[in-house]
T-cell receptor
Framework: QQQVKQSPQSLIVQKGGISIINCAYE??????FPWYQQFPGKGPALLIA?????SEKKEGRFTISFNKSAKQFSLHIMDSQPGDSATYFC???????????FGRGTSLIVHP | KAGVTQTPRYLIKTRGQQVTLSCSPI?????VSWYQQTPGQGLQFLFE???????NKGNFPGRFSGRQFSNSRSEMNVSTLELGDSALYLC???????????FGDGTRLSIL
């Protein structure tokens, strides 16, 4: 049972464009939603995370939007750069049981 | 501060053998989790150790086991290797269960 559904599977964006990756979850007990960035040959690195008490969190060019009623959250990468080309994973977990459930990942390619 | 260190980085085994992977967490981190990453299944949680005790366990067969030492270093063992065990095995550490996880770069295990 896939508890976190991530889309799209792959995404191609031009430099300077906006990259948008979406995730949907089923378990209403989830209350922590991190995004990870993974480059080839490297482990995932925490990029940004949000808790459901806020609807949006921004860190530099990266923004998480959260819709609790729809059980959806998304990652927006503004002014996308070729260096952003990587695989992005969303995840969800519940307080007290941090072990996250991951989405299947989105391969992002930003063309110069 | 050194990151999560996993050894070896690459490993080739044959079916039926067993293998032990090692993980050194970030200094001060007491929670260590293990994940299997494959193109087909994505990131799947194996187990989590805290203070030498297995605290959480994923849905993997008993051939997959682990342990944690008093210095928080952890090992993962896979017995009777199968072709399907070929994957990137990732270790992640955190201060505790409700703190963000930091991943190592993984051990690439190939089964021939």
């Amino acid at each position: 049972q896939q508890q976190v559904k991530q889309s799209p599977q792959s995404l191609i964006v031009q430099k300077g464009g906006i990259s948008i990756i979406n995730c949907a979850y089923e378990n209403t007990a989830f209350d922590y939603f991190p995004w990870y960035q993974q480059f080839p040959g490297k482990g995932p690195a925490l990029l940004i995370a949000i808790r459901p008490d806020v609807s949006e969190k921004k860190e530099g060019r990266f923004t998480i939007s959260f819709n609790k009623s729809a059980k959806q959250f998304s990652l927006h990468i503004m002014d996308s750069q070729p260096g952003d080309s990587a695989t992005y994973f969303c995840a969800a977990s519940s307080l007290g049981r941090y072990i996250p459930t991951f989405g299947r990942g989105t391969s992002l390619i930003v063309h110069p | 501060k050194a990151g999560v260190t996993q050894t070896p980085r690459y490993l080739i085994k044959t079916r039926g053998q067993q293998v032990t992977l090692s993980c050194s967490p970030i200094s001060g981190h007491r929670s260590v989790s293990w994940y299997q990453q494959t193109p087909g299944q994505g990131l799947q949680f194996l187990f989590e150790y805290f203070s030498e005790t297995q605290r959480n366990k994923g849905n993997f067969p008993g051939r997959f086991s682990g342990r944690q030492f008093s210095n928080s270093r952890s090992e993962m063992n896979v017995s009777t290797l199968e072709l399907g065990d070929s994957a990137l095995y990732l270790c992640a550490s955190s201060l505790d269960e409700d703190q963000p996880q930091h991943f190592g770069d993984g051990t690439r295990l190939s089964i021939l």
